[in-house]
Structure formats: C-alpha cells, structure tokens
C-alpha cells in the first residue's frame, strides 16, 4: 500500500490526468446529458472564481503560507465595485480600479502581518476573512440597495442583444469561448511562466524549502512572502469582478462558500502544506476536477447541491492522508538505507 502511493504521488499529475478522463467517463455513460460542450463550459464558468484564484494560492503554499481570506475579499471587491458604480456615480472600470487597489492593500496587510511579525498565515488570514467580510458589510450599509437584494444593473448589452463593457467580463464569447475562460487560460500560462520561468519562482521554491538558506543566499524572504499574498488579493478581485459581472448584481457575500474548495483544489494538485513544492499544472487539474465532479454528480447521480461539500472535504481529507503515508514511507526507507 504505501509503496503504491509512493508511485502515484511521484507522478501526481499524471494520477490527476487519469482521474478527471475516468469523471467523464463515468458521469458520461450515466447521463449523456454530461457530455454537452456547453454545459461542461457553463460548470466551469460557474466555478471560476476558484480556479483563478486556487492559481495563486498555490504560490502562497509554495513558500509554506495558506490563505483562507481570498473567499471574503470576493465579496468586498464586488460590493465596493456596485457602490461606487451605482451610488457614487464613478465610472464602472475606475470602481474596478479601485476594488482591486482595496483588495491588494487587504492582502498587502495580511502578507505584512505574516512575513514580518511572524504571526501564523492560518491565523492571520482566517482574521482577515472576519475582517474583511465585516468591511464589505459595512460598503453594503452605504448603499441605497437593501444588502440583501444586491446591485444590479450594469451596463448590459447593445440593441443587438450582445454583451459589452463591463458585462462581457461575465457573459461575453470569444471566438465562441467564454471571456472568463479565456482569461483563465491566460492567467495560468503567466503563472507558469513565473513559476518556472522566473526568478522569482525560483524564489518562492527556495523560500518554501528552506527560508533561512533563502536568506542567506541574498532573497528579501519577507517581501517574497508577502507578494503571494498581494498577488492572492489581487486575483481575488478579479474573481469577485468576474463573478458580479456574470450574475450581475453586487453582494457583500460573494464566494463566502469557496474556502474549502479553493484549498483542496491547491492540495490535491500536489502542493506541499509544509511548503517547497507545488505545480500549477496540478492546480489546474484538481481544480477542474472538482469542477466536473460539482458538476455531475448532480446531473447523474441526484446528489442534493447542498451536499456537493461532502465529496470534497472527503477528497482533501483522503489525499492528505496518502500524502502522510507515502512521505512516512520515503523517510523510513531513507533511514534503514542511512543504517
């Protein structure tokens, strides 16, 4: 048994590969229903949010960090985008400006707060999910909308009936594609090129291995740390941007159920909670995993929405497991070899 799961973590894309050809499979023999390119586009569309944002959250783990705050920065990027759309009179792409601004100063603090005081990430973020929730309430009071009802009303479509401006984020096609997977597409081939092609990816491996040979070797280990959780603010805001242009309205709540989805999603790509490895080609396809698992068993097997948690905590729960016993395997079988 362990010497199995020694193999498969070695080669864990692969693994992951094999996994999501197996979900279409077998949700497409149960339900040929599953197969519809548009659906299958829709389900990703509507999980997004967590693929954009599980990209850079992967880089936060890599250097040894977590961040389960991003979910609550969703909802203040999009109420602080209907706010100052729809009562401060400012123009739609200035209030876009300005959330993600709000929100890389949100994940600025964060990442200060961690890299430099040494306070623990799980700690810190989970304080900053509180706080920043309690903030984008508190934009929701300013507005004339009800927080309940939402804001809703952006600039929509022409007289032909097509998306533009700001809505093209969220319904818009091209080339028959969904915008947002486009913009998915591009955002992880940049996170690949920084990853493996940077030296500041190489940075944040260092970092996630061994911190104080960081240091040492001349990396500002601390501003390393903190610009993974910039940059996870920052994606974030994108997400939450996508998200209230897709469903067009504005909430304060916004992806308050993603946390859970977003860690396993970086974790069952192969990302080490302890730091120093992680791929987001991995991401990427435990990311749509779980995507096309929301998405079929529902469809195929009735599975009740509300419970579509269950199947993934049980998957982060099993993956870190094997994980333990495969990494409990190598170290044994390093130490009878040391003797």
């Known amino acids: ?70 979910p609550s920065i969703i909802g203040l990027t999009s109420i602080v985008i209907g706010v100052l759309w729809s009562d401060a009179g400012m123009n739609i792409w200035v209030a876009v400006a300005i959330a993600t601004v709000i929100a890389a100063l949100c994940g600025a603090l964060s990442g200060f707060f961690i890299a430099y005081c040494g306070v623990q990430p799980m700690v810190v973020t989970l304080g900053g999910s509180f706080l920043y929730s309690g903030l984008a309430l508190l934009v929701s009071g300013m507005s004339a909308t009800p927080a309940y009802q939402g ?28 915008t947002q997977i486009v913009i998915y597409i591009a955002l992880i081939l940049l996170c690949i090129w920084i990853l493996h092609c940077t030296k500041y990816g190489e940075r944040l491996y260092l970092v996630g291995v061994n911190p104080q040979a960081a240091e040492y070797s001349g990396i500002n280990t601390r501003a390393v740390m ?23 309205s504005a909430k304060y709540n916004l992806g308050s159920g993603y946390t859970l989805a977003i860690i396993t999603a970086v974790v069952l790509g192969g990302t080490l909670n302890t ?27 009735d599975v009740s929405t509300q419970n579509l948690d269950l199947p993934v905590g049980i998957i982060l729960v099993l993956v870190v497991l094997g994980r333990e016993i495969a990494g409990q395997h190598m170290l044994s079988h390093l130490f009878k070899r040391r003797r």
């Open 275 to 301: 730091g120093g490895k992680g791929s987001i080609l991995g991401t990427v396809l435990a990311s749509l995993i779980i995507c096309i698992l929301r998405y079929g068993l529902p469809l195929c097997f």
């Open 151 to 178: 804001i809703s009303g952006f600039p929509a479509k022409t007289e032909a009936g097509e998306f533009v401006g700001f809505r093209f984020l969220g319904k818009g096609e091209i080339f028959g594609i969904p």
């Open 226 to 248: 903190m610009s993974t959780y910039v940059l996870s603010a920052v994606s974030a805001a994108l997400a939450g941007t996508l998200l209230t242009a897709n469903i067009n």
């Open 1 to 70: 048994m362990k010497t199995m799961l020694k193999k498969v973590f070695k080669h864990w894309e692969v693994f992951l590969l094999v996994f999501l050809v197996l979900e279409f499979v077998v949700f497409g023999a149960t339900n040929p229903k599953f197969l519809r390119p548009q659906s299958i586009l829709n389900s990703i569309v509507n999980y997004i949010s967590v693929c954009i944002i599980s990209l850079f959250v992967t880089m936060v783990m890599i250097t040894g960090g977590i961040d389960i705050q991003a």
